[in-house]
């Protein structure tokens, strides 16, 4: 069954403390992103990577840490120097060169108190 | 100006309605097209995806782009109850091996009435 897994669902954290957040896929894409989403705000990029071992900031990469060592695989780290953590992450995957549409994984609720 | 912009609404219509949804853009290097369904709490699903001007079709839903006026819709023909959720519209310039980005509107809600 192929697709984009994201891990957990919800996600509660105290403020101060780090988490990292999962998206996995299946679909042999090559390319991955990480968006963050705010009630009246939108899709706003965090990071993004083409290839393995490579990423590149969004607009709001403040705050946040990626890696992509596998293929399938491109965590997201929320570190404790972001300011307002608390949002829906949504991970989302792209074919490859040449294909412009992206899919989305189910998103992770994170909140911060 | 911001690059596409995208009426919040919300949008309320009784079911079988025909809905308009609209997206305007600035940058006139977009040509690729696409609109995207996110039901509440869950990842966007990619519905429509379009390149250049024209229309496409697939069911109820008719993507139309004018890239003349910078102006891409989506018709939703006999709109049902389930239909009822945010469309996101999204667009990319074409780029030759560069980061192959999408720009998004901010999305309209839309609730189908029974």
Known sequence: ?113 | QKEVEQDPGPLSVPEGAIVSLNCTYSNSAFQYFMWYRQYSRKGPELLMYTYSSGNKEDGRFTAQVDKSSKYISLFIRDSQPSDSATYLCAMSPRRQGGSEKLVFGKGTKLTVNP
């Open chain 1, 1 to 113: 069954d192929g697709g984009i897994t994201q891990s957990p669902k919800y996600l509660f954290r105290k403020e101060g403390q780090n988490v990292t957040l999962s998206c996995e896929q299946n679909l042999n894409h090559d390319a991955m992103y990480w968006y963050r989403q705010d009630p009246g705000q939108g899709l706003r990029l965090i990071y993004y990577s083409q290839i393995v071992n490579d990423f590149q900031k969004g607009d709001i990469a403040e705050g946040y840490s990626v890696s992509r060592e596998k293929k399938e695989s491109f965590p997201l780290t929320v570190t404790s120097a972001q300011k307002n953590p608390t949002a829906f992450y949504l991970c989302a995957t792209r074919p490859g060169t040449g294909r412009y549409e992206q899919y989305f994984g189910p998103g992770t609720r994170l909140t911060v108190t």
